[in-house]
């Protein structure tokens, strides 16, 4: 259970640095902090794209 939680939070991680990494040309950041790393971890993808438009349209 804790090795699962620890995976997702992981994988949280890389995924928000590549996404970063990738969107960076534009001008736009997601910022990588406790609270984008939780939610990231607990609620996936959808959220990460749910970041990227807020970003974009805010």
Known sequence: ???????????????L???NVIIS???Y???INIYTI???AFL???LII???ILKYYI
């Not at 259970?1 to 995924?15: A, D, L």
């Open 50 to 52: 749910g970041l990227i």
């Open 29 to 31: 950041l997601i910022p």
């Open 38 to 40: 939780s939610l990231t």
């Open 17 to 19: 640095y590549t996404i």
């Open 1 to 15: 259970m804790i090795m699962t939680i620890i995976k997702k939070v992981v994988w949280s991680m890389c995924i």
């Open 44 to 46: 996936g993808v959808p």
């Open 25 to 27: 040309a534009t001008g």
